[in-house]
């Protein structure tokens, strides 16, 4: 089991979000800006949120065993 440390945080902002939403990256211990990574989005079955990942899946270890990125949203809320 993992848990929710990314390498970085972004905060999503849109109109079509009923509020601002948290994305977590995580990068290669390897990472480079130089280099093309292939890109994976991790989204949740709708039973479930954001914390099933990490419960399951240690994905810092992920990332640097692919050389990915792996962009881990949280709970994207729709308008309500």
Do not use: R
Request: a negative charge; hydrophobic letters at 35%; charged letters at 20%.
């Amino acid at each position: 089991m993992t848990s929710l440390c990314a390498q970085q945080k972004w905060t999503l902002e849109s109109k079509f979000l009923s509020e601002p939403d948290t994305i977590l990256i995580f990068k290669p211990k390897t990472y480079t800006e130089n280099k093309l990574y292939p890109l994976v989005y991790l989204l949740h079955g709708y039973s479930e949120n954001y914390k099933q990942w990490s419960q399951t899946t240690d994905l810092q270890k992920l990332s640097d065993q692919y050389d990915l990125l792996l962009l881990h949203l949280m709970d994207l809320l729709p308008i309500t």
